[in-house]
């Protein structure tokens, strides 16, 4: 039977599961429903997690974060399914939390998608009616990059059965073109500042954070449990599209002029940055600082994005707020997109891709002006309004690395997960 | 006993922090007519410190070595050394500094701003302590600096250039393009930039020592194969970076110009600084490293290289005793006419520790258990009579230009009369120096020819021709000499013209503060006489060149009291007290050059720099991809399909070739 082989985490997963689609069928009547069956759900997940693996809980209360926040902000904006929005979101969190537990290929796939395609129908989100124009840009390259990653996947995960080296290299390639296509990596980030710039910008905030965080995950899973000789001489491929990305992007903000496109160069660049982490892939002893950069870069990532495109939306935020999210973005310490940064430079050090550091380096300067400017122009006096609570709940999020919890500790913890995917791989 | 840490302590830090009440006090008028005699007694505590070591403290390595660790993963401590030289001259220095203070409660009454000149003045004396004890270089290179930045502070004391009496030069003189007039705040700048021009180079050699050395402790760095480790060119060019630092401090030829318009500092800091201490600290450090090296070493003469820095010094030495002494004869500045005589002395200082390198056995002395070459020991010891000496003259420069009211020498017999004390002093102070029989300098001098006789011996035997030039530069540098000072005491108390102005009352503490000074003089003359290691000195003293010499600087001596000016060589006269138009080395060739480099810098280097970086390459290079990336931005989902798909395809084909390629 299979209620012998469930433990407290299928339980809880489980339980989530129904919770969030309750709340998602109740919502027709009222849409609370949808908002309360999803915070419910999230917070049986993590509890779930904690009680089972409590190395993830450091992990996981950042997703919960980032997902209630995207919860919070969809509060903004009167959609035709609102109600079920929240389910999405909620099921994208999910799969989130639960990528790291599982140890299983097809359940890292499968998280892959259940992120994925749910973001098909946000980012057509729109008050009065859909988005169709920026849907069918935006899905037309999911489908592409879904297809890919898989195919690069799947390839990659044969070799590792019966290994050809031209195979591998294809399904490689595959893989990571799909992810930068996934994601938005120059040079195929052409759907980036298009979407970014016209879609509204809730969806949008959701999309450019919880959204990032799986693909980078999923990859990093499967490169590093199908890795051989040939990783180390391919990573080159990474890096060059990485440092492209950087400058790409970088460069197109900096002259950019719509808020939203530069938050959409912002991306470009900053997925750069995060890309650079996979070069660790050849020798998964460093994987636990590329993890502990790219995740952290991730959550300040998504908190800056949350904050912008909720002032975008709201007609601008809390001035101080503003700066620090911009801060965090430059990376200036201690916010936590500087120790992000910190530890990516500290793993590509340590894979001696010195030219890549460099590079990083350069591309932090360059970013400096359009982050300011961002602040400054979206920057007003005090309200006390949602976009303002948002705000300041991202606020406190890339804070926490200087008030609440010490770096060592997330990035302890990073360290034992980094060996618990090795073991389970 | 007293913990040798608390000495050394009270030693360096009384003078400084003695003089920071008054630096705080600054805005108070009672307050900083009272404080200086707080900061006086910061320094009186120094000379009981200087004398406790003196008396107490090993002579001999490495009891006489104090260790305490400051960066000692850098090999870089606070190493002090209590060895022969700076046991005498750490006395030598706060001694002095002492009585100049004293001297100065009187000189500098009434000044408007006695807080800067305190501080500074205090902080110089610490300073100079620090370079005196110290064993480490870097240690030394620590208070090195912080003569340099006295020394700015102080002569550019009146920095207000609003009195003609504090000028160097004849306001309105020009020759060629060029006024010969400098006002104190140029002296300050000129004493400045010229010093840290050498200490550059010096700090360059300093860190090179740091790389090739184990230690940088100058009595433990094991020379000789730090020589031979770098080859002939290694060991010239350290040394003369080295040297730069030295030669540009003791204002050796073609350096000697900012020591010059020193004078327009107060008087106290020229008898101070600028004839007894600071600029003899160039040619102290030469002393002391040159004990350490012991060039005179039979090993020593097999480096390669090493001959050729010692030739170097030895000439730079004896050129400059030269030159300081011919332009004092055309001098009628009191105190420009002193530093031309300093910078004279300094010379012969490092003429004779240079003359070291070729003089070994037999003329070896016994000092604290290490054989010294007696070349080392005379420069040390006219080191230390030329400061007490001359930081009388300038005392009494300094008193003769309050009563006065001039700079100029001026003050017939008859105002000698009404000025006993310093007439007297000055007498007591030229004929010491000049080494008129039987009288101290004499001694020293007799064994500064001996060693220099020595030389011309050595090259009759060798053929080494340019080592019978150093005896002959000496005698007349030493006979120049004589008549300068001659005529000082001339100029100023016997033939010298009525003085315009008479302001005799007053400058109790001014006398206490020569007299003192003077009286030393005969201290050192005992000390000569009953020293072990000075024993040569009396017998060099016996022999016929020394005899000829002495009588023959006594003539000259005479000679330019009763004949102070001797108008038919005026022109000439003039020339000298033009420096020889060295002025326009530092006035003009330097600035000129300088200007010339920051223009061709500005106009080309810097546009280069600012069209890469701001105006034309980068910002060209970002205008032209953020058109490119902008131009992919079409809005059409059919380009943006045919790029990405014409992307994975490229990419694809490229993976799967590579992957043919396996």
């Not at chain 2, 600054?26 to 200087?50: A, D, N, Q, R």
């Not at chain 2, 090739?212 to 009595?219: F, H, M, V």
């Not at chain 2, 003469?301 to 010692?310: K, S």
């Not at chain 2, 080395?585 to 920051?598: A, E, H, Q, W």
Request: net charge neutral; hydrophobic share 55%.
């Amino acid at each position: 039977m299979m209620g012998l082989t469930l433990n407290v985490m299928d339980i809880g997963m489980l339980s989530a599961l129904v919770i969030l689609t309750l709340g998602s069928i109740g919502s027709f009547k009222n849409s609370k429903l949808g908002f309360y069956g999803a915070i419910i759900a999230l917070v049986i997940a993590f509890s779930a997690i904690a009680l089972s693996v409590a190395h993830f809980i450091s992990y996981g209360i950042f997703i919960l974060v980032i997902a209630i926040i995207n919860l919070v902000s969809l509060e903004a904006i009167k959609s035709e399914i609102k109600g079920v929005d929240y389910g999405l979101v909620a099921l994208m969190a999910l799969a989130t939390m639960y990528i790291f537990n599982t140890s299983d290929f097809a359940l890292v796939l499968a998280a892959l998608v259940l992120v994925s395609v749910p973001t098909y129908i946000l980012v057509m989100i729109r008050e009065g009616g859909a988005n169709v124009e920026v849907g069918i840009k935006y899905i037309t390259f999911m489908v592409l990059a879904t297809v890919l990653f898989l195919i690069g996947a799947i390839i990659l995960v044969y070799t590792k059965n019966a290994f050809d080296g031209s195979l591998y290299v294809l399904g490689y390639v595959m893989l990571v073109l799909g992810l930068c296509l996934e994601v938005g990596v120059a040079p195929l980030h052409e759907w980036v500042p298009d979407v970014f710039s016209s879609a509204d910008p809730i969806p949008i905030s959701i999309i450019a954070s919880l959204a990032k965080i799986v693909p980078f995950i999923a990859a990093l899973w499967i490169l590093v449990y199908t890795s051989c000789d040939l990783t180390a001489s391919i990573t080159l491929f990474t890096a060059v599209i990485a440092a492209i990305s950087m400058f790409v992007g970088n460069i197109g903000a900096l002259t950019s002029k719509e808020l939203g496109r530069v938050l959409g160069y912002s991306t470009v660049a900053g997925m750069g940055y995060v890309l650079t982490c996979l070069v660790v892939v050849a020798r998964p002893e460093y994987m636990y600082l590329a993890l502990t950069g790219g995740l952290l870069m991730l959550f300040a990532n998504a908190a800056g994005k949350i904050g912008f495109f909720n002032a975008i939306k709201g007609g601008g935020a809390y001035s101080p707020l503003m700066y620090i999210l911009a801060f965090s973005f430059i990376g200036v310490p201690p916010l936590m997109g500087f120790w992000g940064k910190l530890f990516i430079l500290l793993s590509l050090a340590k894979m001696e891709y010195f030219w890549l550091v460099g590079i990083v380096v350069i591309n932090s300067a360059i970013s400096i002006p359009y982050y300011i400017r961002l602040a400054t122009e979206l920057g007003v006096d005090w309200k006390p309004n949602l976009t303002n609570f948002i705000c300041l709940a991202a606020v406190v999020m890339v804070l926490v690395t200087v008030f609440l919890l010490p770096v060592e500790w997330f990035y302890s913890t990073m360290e034992v997960i980094a060996q618990t995917v090795g073991i389970a791989i | 006993m007293i913990d040798d840490w608390v000495v050394f302590l009270l030693l360096f830090l009384a003078p400084v922090l003695s003089s920071i009440p008054i630096v705080l006090a600054y805005k108070s008028k009672e307050w900083t007519e009272k404080l200086p005699y707080l900061s006086v007694f910061g320094i009186f505590v120094s000379v009981l410190m200087s004398l406790y070591i003196f008396f107490t403290f090993p002579k001999e390595l490495p009891a006489s070595q104090f260790a305490y660790p400051w960066i000692p993963e850098l090999g870089i401590n606070i190493v002090l050394i209590t060895d022969y030289l700076a046991r005498y001259m750490g006395v030598v220095t706060a001694v002095i500094a002492f009585f100049i203070a004293i001297y100065g409660l009187d000189y500098m009454k009434g000044d408007y701003r006695p807080s800067w000149y305190w501080f500074f003045f205090n902080l110089f004396t610490a300073s100079m302590l620090l370079v005196v004890y110290s064993d480490n270089l870097f240690l030394l290179f620590v208070g090195w600096e912080g003569l340099g930045a006295a020394s700015w502070g102080l002569i550019g004391h009146w920095f207000r250039d609003d009195d003609d009496i504090a000028y160097v030069g004849k306001a309105g003189r020009k020759v060629g393009p060029l006024e010969l007039s400098w006002p104190p705040s140029f002296g300050g700048w000129r004493a400045i930039s010229t010093i840290r021009f050498g200490d550059v180079p010096m700090f360059f050699a300093i860190a090179a020592i740091w790389v090739l050395s184990p230690t940088l402790n100058i009595s433990e760095i094991d020379w000789g194969s730090l020589f031979l480790g770098i080859g002939a060119a290694g060991t010239i060019i350290l040394m003369l970076c080295f040297l730069t630092g030295l030669f540009t401090k003791s204002a050796q030829v073609p350096f000697s110009e900012w020591l010059m318009t020193a004078m327009t500092g107060p008087t106290t800091v020229s008898a101070l600084l600028h004839s007894a201490t600071m600029v003899a600290a160039g040619a102290f450090v030469f002393l002391k490293v040159t004990w350490y090296i012991q060039p005179w070493k039979p090993e020593m003469h097999a480096i390669p290289g090493l001959e050729i820095v010692f030739i170097v010094v030895l000439f730079v030495g004896l050129i400059s005793g030269l030159y300081g002494a011919l332009a004092g004869t055309g001098m009628l500045e009191r105190k420009v006419l002193l530093a031309a005589s300093t910078m004279s002395s300094i010379g012969l200082m490092f003429g004779a520790a240079a003359a070291s390198y070729w003089i070994g056995e037999p003329l070896l002395v016994e000092i604290a258990g290490e054989k010294i070459s007696v070349a080392l020991l005379v420069a040390f010891w006219y080191m230390a009579v030329h400061a007490f000496a001359k930081a009388s003259l300038f005392l009494v420069a300094g008193h003769l230009i309050h009563a006065t009211h001039s700079r100029f020498c001026c003050g017939g017999f008859e105002f000698a009369k009404r000025m006993k004390t310093p007439f007297i002093v000055t007498i007591i102070a030229t004929t010491f120096l000049v080494g008129i029989p039987p009288l101290t300098a004499y001694w020293v001098k007799s064994m500064m020819d001996e060693v220099h006789l020595h030389l011309f011996h050595h090259a009759t035997e060798t053929g080494d021709i340019h080592l019978a030039i150093p005896i002959a530069l000496l005698i007349i540098t030493s006979l120049v000499y004589s008549a300068i000072l001659a005529k000082f005491l001339s100029l100023n108390f016997i033939k010298g013209e009525k003085p315009e102005h008479e302001h005799l009352e007053g400058g109790g503490l001014m006398k206490v503060g020569y007299v003192l000074m003077a009286s030393v003089l005969f201290v050192l003359t005992y000390h000569i006489f009953v020293l072990e290691e000075t024993e040569g000195f009396i017998h060099a003293g016996g022999e016929m060149l020394s005899l000829g010499v002495g009588v023959a600087i006594f003539i000259v001596y005479i000679a330019a009291i009763f004949k102070p000016r001797i108008t038919s060589l005026s022109k000439l006269g003039t020339f000298f007290n033009d420096r020889m138009y060295l002025p326009f080395l530092n006035d003009y060739i330097v600035p000129k050059t300088g200007f010339f480099i920051s223009r061709i810098v500005q106009n080309y280097g810097n546009r280069g720099i600012d069209g890469f970086f701001n105006t034309r390459v980068i910002p060209g290079l970002f205008g032209i991809i953020s058109r490119g990336i902008r131009a992919i931005q079409t809005g059409y989902l059919k380009s943006y399909v045919k790029i990405v798909l014409g992307l994975v395809m490229v990419f694809l084909i490229m993976a799967s070739l590579w992957g043919l390629g396996l």
